[in-house]
């Protein structure tokens, strides 16, 4: 069974970082493209980040390029997206999800992390 269980969500406010991390197991972590969604309040799932297998290649939403950085062990079947320079509008529950996908299009992702940006 596939499952992903993303963590390190939470309160922070505008200018500030978060690391979030999605675990895998079910299937093989290296041989898959892996993708970040999120979704706002009200709105619907939005693609922000993918990666290649083995990271060699990763792609960004216009709105987080140079502020997010998104990585893998696969090691440690993981997936991470570092965030910084967090801004109100990044506030959304944030969403890893297993192959290359986009939107609603994501359907084998994990339960999502809240990430709130306030001050």
């Known amino acids: 069974e596939v499952q992903l269980v993303e963590s390190g969500g939470g309160l922070v406010q505008p200018g500030g970082s978060l690391r979030l991390s999605c675990a895998a197991s079910g299937f093989t972590f290296a041989d898959n493209g892996m993708t970040w969604v999120r979704q706002a309040p009200g709105k619907g799932l939005e693609w922000v980040s993918q990666?290649?297998?083995?990271?060699?290649?990763?792609w960004y939403i216009d709105s987080v390029k140079g502020r997010y950085t998104i990585s893998r062990d696969d090691a440690k079947n993981t997936l991470y997206l570092q965030m910084n320079s967090l801004k109100t509008e990044d506030t959304a529950v944030y969403y890893c999800?297993?192959?290359?996908?986009?939107?609603?299009?994501?359907?084998?992702r994990g339960q999502g992390t809240q990430v709130t940006v306030s001050s």
């Open positions: 999800a297993r192959g290359y996908c986009t939107g609603a299009g994501c359907t084998t």
């Open positions: 990666i290649s297998p083995g990271g060699g290649a990763t």
